[in-house]
T-cell receptor, first 113, second 111 residues
Framework: DTAVSQTPKYLVTQMGNDKSIKCEQN?????MYWYKQDSKKFLKIMFS???????INETVPNRFSPKSPDKAHLNLHINSLELGDSAVYFC????????????FGSGTRLTVV | GENVEQHPSTLSVQEGDSAVIKCTYS??????FPWYKQELGKRPQLIID?????GEKKDQRIAVTLNKTAKHFSLHITETQPEDSAVYFC??????????FGAGTQVVVTP
């Protein structure tokens, strides 16, 4: 069983489109995150939810909107995609908001053309 | 907020030699310091972690040391092997669970 699973694995789309990435964890963790990894490999946190409540919201364009229907799921919706949104997006979860036991999903490679 | 700096950005070692990666952090409230290994095209995977009440932790060929006073921590890999080649990230997390990553170190182990 995959602990943190994301779909899709690859996403190629045109500028201006709207797309969603889904994430699910079966670890029973309370906290979930979205990270963006750019071409230089830098990992930057975007959002964090604890028991469906938004606790971290970094400086991210409001075209990015996370949604957590329950504590096992955290989806990311992106409106009006731009070329600069091309990156690998990783979902992660941890046991609690103290950050122990961080586990990453396999990533979604988003390419905007 | 936390700021984590990592050095070097690239590290080339001969197989069998040791590799050391160093990180510093800024937030004295940081209490958890994991290290991740990311192979090409794969997810970052936790390889070892240390909490702020511990000074050193070892797991086979990997060890991490933490100096809270100086706010720095290091990863040591002994007897390096080609499969150790990857990007390694240090990170520090504050009490809010915000994990701040270093910029990564590309380790290349040459046979």
């Amino acid at each position: 069983d995959t602990a943190v699973s994301q779909t899709p694995k690859y996403l190629v789309t045109q500028m201006g489109n709207d797309k969603s990435i889904k994430c699910e964890q079966n670890l029973g963790h309370d906290t979930m995150y979205w990270y963006k990894q750019d071409s230089k490999k830098f990992l930057k946190i975007m959002f964090s939810y604890n028991n469906k409540e938004l606790i971290i919201n970094e400086t991210v364009p409001n075209r990015f909107s996370p949604k957590s229907p329950d504590k096992a799921h955290l989806n990311l919706h992106i409106n009006s995609l731009e070329l600069g949104d091309s990156a690998v997006y990783f979902c992660a979860s941890s046991q609690d908001r103290a950050g122990f036991g961080y586990t990453f999903g396999s990533g979604t490679r988003l390419t905007v053309v | 907020g936390e700021n984590v700096e990592q050095h070097p950005s690239t590290l080339s070692v001969q197989e069998g030699d040791s590799a050391v990666i160093k990180c510093t952090y800024s937030d004295s409230a940081s209490n958890y310091f994991p290290w991740y290994k990311q192979e090409l095209g794969k997810r970052p995977q936790l390889i070892i972690d240390i909490r702020s009440n511990v000074g050193e932790k070892k797991d086979q060929r990997i060890a991490v040391t933490l100096n809270k006073t100086a706010k720095h921590f290091s990863l040591h890999i002994t007897e390096t092997q080609p499969e150790d080649s990857a990007v390694y990230f240090c990170a520090g997390t504050d009490s809010w669970g915000k994990l701040q990553f270093g910029a990564g170190t590309q380790v290349v182990v040459t046979p």
